[in-house]
């Protein structure tokens, strides 16, 4: 593609709207309009790659080349400011005189106001991560506009085109709308006003995949060494994913048989329990993981992760064997902030690879996954009697009516209830014969 062509290109992409609002196809038409076959094909798979690229990197907040995405400020002062920077640039001149200042990453301020006030009220970095991706594409889908100069409307116009448009479950819209009023209520101290045209997706009532003993004695046998572990966990303590990654040594006490979740779901603590039937087996997994650590503090290592700020009233709690993790990764990493050489915990993916392949491998009929074990984990202790109550300390639920669900899937396949189809089929094999023979059956 000639230079002239590849600017215009670029030039037609830089200023498109959002793909929600405008379509990758309808900008790379107008980009490429007049051009030849062979340039405009080029053209073409140029575009849809610079499109793709500037989608990513406004959710993300990254620069990619000398292309950058910036939120107009709200401060009309500021647009006199841009249209002063535009004019100088026109005539040769750089607004300071002899250096051209870049102008700010997309978002750079208000994605620094976000993290503030979310690291001020000890959200998770997960919960970081989602809200402003969130929030950076509700922006885009306005025209990159600022959230300073929208409100209610364009709040509503934007959830609704995600229930009415993508089709996206009722959770997902409603994380998002606990992103914006996060946005408007505790970032820009704002009230964005009542959401009179939301369209709301609505929310299925659906029951939890369960899988049978037999099934889940399957799934286990298939698995060996650290995922076996991890999923024994998981079904014999009910313990969530990142809950298992996160345990550290202090957290298994092997002579009152408890595991102590630290900092779960919605910061609580709980105690579960912790299975006879892989005591040995963790033993001798954390006798090769104590190996592990002499070996890297020999090595100058053995740091790990610590909650909060215990690394500056702890100075060397970091190095110290209670804090270090029971499922450690295999890598070492080194902090950027502290110089550390420190082990994360293993990535939950690895778990999640593993259950998925083993549930392949023991053709289980079922949507099998991580929290699968942890649904089964409470089904089959409702069977065998335990009491309600129990059962929701155990899980860590803050409402009993979240552990109900439970009951429910016992309901459903309550044994005793015998089907009308089967009462027709022994009436029909009770009958007599009709003239000496015998009534065929399907």
Request: aromatic share 4%; glycine share 6%; hydrophobic share 40%.
């Amino acid at each position: 593609m000639r230079l002239a062509e590849a600017r215009y290109v670029n030039h037609a992409v830089n200023n498109a709207p959002h793909q929600t609002r405008t379509s990758v196809h309808a900008v790379v038409e107008t980009a490429t309009h007049g051009m030849g076959s062979h340039r405009a094909a080029r053209a073409a798979a140029h575009c849809e790659r610079r499109v793709s690229r500037l989608v990513s990197a406004a959710v993300h907040g990254m620069r990619i080349g000398a292309t950058r995405v910036s939120i107009p400020d709200p401060d009309p002062a500021c647009d006199e400011a841009r249209v002063s920077r535009n004019q100088n640039r026109k005539d040769g001149a750089s607004p300071s005189g002899s250096t051209r200042e870049s102008p700010p990453r997309f978002g750079s301020e208000l994605r620094d106001r976000v993290s503030r006030a979310i690291r001020l009220r000890h959200f998770s970095p997960r919960t970081e991560e989602a809200y402003w991706a969130w929030i950076a594409r509700f922006i885009l889908f306005h025209d990159k506009r600022h959230p300073d100069r929208m409100g209610a409307p364009e709040i509503s116009g934007f959830l609704s085109s995600l229930a009415t448009d993508r089709h996206v479950s009722a959770s997902t819209q409603n994380q998002a709308l606990a992103a914006l009023i996060f946005l408007y209520r505790d970032v820009l101290n704002a009230n964005p006003g009542p959401l009179d045209n939301l369209v709301r997706a609505k929310r299925p009532k659906t029951l939890p995949v369960v899988m049978n003993v037999r099934e889940v004695a399957s799934l286990l046998a298939r698995l060996e060494g650290t995922p076996r572990l991890m999923a024994t966990l998981l079904y014999g303590g009910g313990l969530r994913l990142l809950e298992c990654a996160n345990l550290r040594i202090k957290d298994v006490d092997f002579d009152t048989r408890q595991v102590i979740v630290r900092a779960g779901k919605g910061r609580k603590d709980r105690i579960t329990l912790l299975p006879d039937s892989i005591r040995d087996s963790l033993a001798i997994h954390l006798e090769s993981v104590s190996a592990q650590h002499q070996r890297d503090l020999s090595n100058g290592a053995g740091h790990v992760s610590l909650p909060n700020a215990l690394v500056e009233k702890y100075r060397s709690a970091s190095r110290e064997w209670p804090w270090q993790w029971i499922f450690p990764a295999t890598r070492i990493y080194a902090d950027r902030r502290t110089g550390q050489r420190r082990r994360h915990h293993l990535h939950e993916s690895v778990l999640q690879r593993a259950v998925k392949q083993a549930a392949l491998n023991a053709r289980i009929p079922k949507k099998v996954g991580c929290h699968t074990l942890r649904h089964s984990f409470a089904t089959h202790l409702l069977q065998a009697g335990t009491d309600i109550r129990t059962i929701q300390k155990l899980l860590g639920h803050a409402d009993v009516r979240t552990t109900m669900i439970y009951t429910h899937v016992l309901e459903s396949a309550r044994p005793g209830i015998e089907s009308p189809a089967d009462r027709l089929a022994r009436i029909e094999a009770d009958r007599p014969s009709v003239d000496g023979v015998e009534k065929a059956h399907p």
